[in-house]
């Protein structure tokens, strides 16, 4: 599991602690600072940007391909990788429900903790996308918010839990170091995305134990669609906004 993490979300723990660090050293106050997710590689030549971007969607998905893998040729559970993590299209009424009932719940409530957090001035002001509104880039950015539901949810609840309980553990402490490290690599952001992301790692954890029958497929649902209006939300008030006003 160590190796897993030090591949993947725990090296970008590791980078955000780096990260805060960095902002905190800086003269100018935290929350008067910007944090610009999804920036563009190539500005000038949007072809080869947009083949940029899709590599930053597929290399960050290599942990999910080892996690399955690990599970498959190494630790083995009887009901096969896919289905011991429910990460799987089985029951696709099931996670869909779930998925739109945990996003709807706990939605809200983050862009809430957002504002209060920057407003007490222990968060940046996030920009969720560096990209120009076009078709492509919001094809692109719907493909990240898909990614980082999968990466996220599949390496830090549905592998880690399904190794954990395999070792016998108690599975109380894996929501809570699951939830720690899902706050700490998302420290680049201050210290309100910490508290924030580790508050939904508790929740995310309890709910794949108790409500979710073990299915990490809702899980993944609900962080897809997170992140879809978190990247989509800024660029589209502007525009929608201007219809309005015609």
């Known amino acids: 599991m160590g190796v897993v993490l030090l591949l993947s979300l725990g090296q970008s723990a590791v980078y955000s602690i780096l990260r805060i660090v960095d902002l905190l050293t800086r003269e100018q106050a935290l929350s008067q600072q910007q944090t610009t997710m999804n920036t563009a590689q190539v500005p000038d030549r949007p072809w080869l940007d947009a083949l940029y971007q899709v590599a930053n969607i597929v290399f960050p998905l290599m942990p999910v391909v080892l996690c399955l893998y690990l599970l498959w040729a190494v630790y083995r559970p009887a009901e096969g990788p896919f ?64 990614m980082n539901g999968v990466l996220e949810e599949v390496v830090m609840v549905g592998y880690l839990f399904t190794r954990w309980a395999q070792l016998g553990g108690n599975m109380w402490v894996m929501v809570v170091v699951s939830a720690v490290i899902r706050g700490g690599y998302h420290l680049y952001q201050g210290f309100g995305g910490f508290i924030g992301n580790l508050v939904m790692g508790l929740v995310f954890g309890a709910l794949f134990l108790k409500w979710l029958k073990g299915r990490v497929m809702p899980l993944v649902v609900t962080h897809s669609l997170l992140d879809i209006v978190a990247f989509l939300g800024a660029p589209l008030l502007p525009w929608l906004m201007s219809l309005i006003g015609r």
């Open 83 to 146: 289905r011991a993590m429910g990460f799987d299209l089985r029951h696709p009424g099931f996670d869909l429900a779930k998925g739109f009932g945990i996003f709807a719940g706990i939605g809200v409530l983050g862009l809430a903790f957002y504002l209060f957090a920057v407003a007490i001035g222990i968060n940046t002001q996030i920009n969720t996308s560096g990209l120009q509104f076009t078709v492509v880039n919001v094809v692109v950015l719907i493909l990240r918010a898909i």
